[in-house]
């Protein structure tokens, strides 16, 4: 076993136990809050995907985002997080606001390019959009997600005029 999976292992062995403890808090808006948060940073910023078999139910729908309903469960969120990635390897989502209760989380977000040509974050730039996500026994369960489409395309074209149209 090498030292870089063995430090994954512990690294993902971490987050579960922070989920655990979440799980039984998660009557509260901060759990529910808090679970969006390891879902996007573990998930779609660093690429965990053994956290989606834990933060999101068996039957999860992912309605309006990438994969839409076609795939369910947290496979649909793996798949989802592997094309994107795949696509845009440097990408990283950032909460702008983050709402939540017992039942439902809302994430305003804005996804940008991590190395702008002179390798600082572009934050301000990139795609604004809105997660909303159903709770359900302290999992993920379904997600509504719309983005800024005029800015998302109007962000693209300026990605392809900058690289000569070859995007």
């Known amino acids: 076993m090498t030292s870089e999976y063995r430090s994954s292992l512990v690294e993902i062995e971490h987050h579960l136990r922070r989920i655990d403890s979440l799980r039984r808090a998660i009557g509260g808006h901060r759990g529910a809050g808090q679970l969006a948060r390891i879902a996007i940073e573990g998930i779609w910023n660093r690429g965990e995907f053994a956290l989606a078999d834990v933060l999101f139910t068996a039957d999860y729908v992912n309605h309006g985002g990438l994969i839409t309903d076609l795939v369910r469960g947290p496979e649909a969120i ?24 017992q039942t439902a989380v809302e994430a305003r977000w804005v996804a940008y390019d991590r190395e702008a040509v002179d390798g600082s974050p572009r934050k301000g730039h990139g795609l604004r959009g809105i997660t909303r996500c159903r709770l359900e026994c302290g999992k993920i369960a379904e997600s509504w997600t719309v983005w800024d489409r005029r800015s998302g395309l109007t962000e693209w074209a300026l990605i392809q005029e900058a690289l000569g149209g070859q995007a």
Request: proline share 4%; aromatic share 16%.
């Open 78 to 101: 793996k798949f989802s997080v592997a094309l994107f990635r795949t696509a845009f390897p440097t990408f990283h989502i950032a909460m702008d606001a983050l709402t939540a209760d």
